[in-house]
C-alpha cells in the first residue's frame, strides 16, 4: 500500500470479518450488480472528500443516491427485480 502514514489502512485488515455482500440482507441482483460496476459508491467518496470536486458531503450522497434510485427502477421496469 502506498498510504500515509504507512498504516493508513491497517483498519482494513480483518474487512471481510465486518462486511457483506452488497444487496445485504438480501442478495444481489442486476441493479446492484450496475451499482457496483458503475463505481458509484467510490465516486461518492471521492467526490465528497476531494476539494477538487468543490462537492460536499451531503450533495456527493445525494447524488449517489439519486444514481442508485435511477438504477433500480430501471431494472424494476424490465421486471428482473
Avoid at 471481510?16 to 438480501?26: E, I, S, V
Avoid at 476539494?51 to 450522497?61: I, K, R, S, Y
Wanted: hydrophobic share 35%; glycine share 10%.
Amino acid at each position: 500500500s502506498q498510504g500515509h502514514p504507512a498504516t493508513k489502512y491497517n483498519v482494513l485488515e480483518d474487512v471481510t470479518n465486518w462486511t457483506t455482500n452488497m444487496g445485504y440482507p438480501g442478495y444481489a441482483n442486476a441493479a446492484i450488480g450496475e451499482i457496483a460496476g458503475s463505481y458509484i459508491v467510490s465516486k461518492m467518496f471521492n467526490y465528497g472528500i476531494n476539494p477538487e470536486f468543490n462537492t460536499t458531503v451531503e450533495e456527493a450522497v445525494k447524488g449517489a443516491e439519486t444514481e442508485c434510485k435511477r438504477i433500480f427502477t430501471k431494472w424494476k421496469e424490465k421486471g428482473l427485480l
